[in-house]
T-cell receptor, first 113, second 113 residues
Framework: DAKTTQPTSMDCAEGRAANLPCNHS???????VYWYRQIHSQGPQYIIHGLKNNETNEMASLIITEDRKSSTLILPHATLRDTAVYYC??????????????FGAGTQVVVTP | ETGVTQSPTHLIKTRGQQVTLRCSSQSGHNTVSWYQQALGQGPQFIFQ???????GRGNFPPRFSGLQFPNYSSELNVNALELDDSALYLC????????????FGPGTRLTVL
């Protein structure tokens, strides 16, 4: 069973920041939060991951609450090419999960002009 | 650098038949995972191979089997196809076991009639 809860869909205006929430209230201390996205007709693409500190890379920022029960993926300036399904994934340590990714249904993000 | 490639792109089989799907990992990657994605759902982990050995398996029956070759290319075999096996089959490679980023191929769309 997926360990995360995400909204089914959300819209975002082009050029604005997109804030994607994710709840993972049962996360364990050694589990990471990963984000992937899947553009239509393509395989999933890694975006970012974190344990408890906020993280930023060239694609996005990840904000994890202090209690680690929820997180937010931020796309700072959404473009039409960011239209995709975004998956928030809790990933256990290698010994427990072989590094597998347990996908839920994700959030369908539509960026509009 | 060549990304993850999969073949064929599309495939149509009838119930009871057997199918082999192929994946070429990204150069230098020694770990490959296979996922099944039904329409409208997130990918589901089938199994993972590391250095030619199965390293972990999801909740799939034994008629789903795989191979990883010395050059780290991989095959997914499904015997006795059922209608519910119709899905997009994705492979993902990573540079090493437990690597943070998995690189996905575009998938093979299998239709079972």
């Amino acid at each position: 069973d997926a360990k995360t809860t995400q909204p089914t869909s959300m819209d975002c205006a082009e050029g604005r920041a997109a804030n994607l929430p994710c709840n993972h209230s049962t996360i364990s201390g050694n589990e990471y939060v990963y984000w992937y996205r899947q553009i239509h007709s393509q395989g999933p693409q890694y975006i970012i991951h974190g344990l408890k500190n906020n993280e930023t890379n060239e694609m996005a920022s990840l904000i994890i609450t202090e209690d680690r029960k929820s997180s937010t993926l931020i796309l700072p300036h959404a473009t039409l090419r960011d239209t995709a399904v975004y998956y928030c994934i809790v990933r256990g340590p290698l010994t427990d999960s072989w590094g597998k990714l347990q996908f839920g249904a994700g959030t369908q993000v539509v960026v509009t002009p | 650098e060549t990304g993850v490639t999969q073949s064929p792109t599309h495939l149509i089989k009838t119930r009871g038949q057997q199918v082999t799907l192929r994946c070429s990992s990204q150069s230098g990657h020694n770990t490959v995972s296979w996922y099944q994605q039904a329409l409208g759902q997130g990918p589901q982990f089938i199994f993972q191979y590391y250095r030619e050995e199965e390293n972990g398996r999801g909740n799939f029956p034994p008629r789903f089997s795989g191979l990883q070759f010395p050059n780290y290319s991989s095959e997914l075999n499904v015997n006795a196809l059922e209608l519910d096996d119709s899905a997009l089959y994705l492979c993902a490679s990573s540079l090493f076991l437990g690597d943070n980023e998995q690189f996905f191929g575009p998938g093979t769309r299998l239709t079972v009639l």
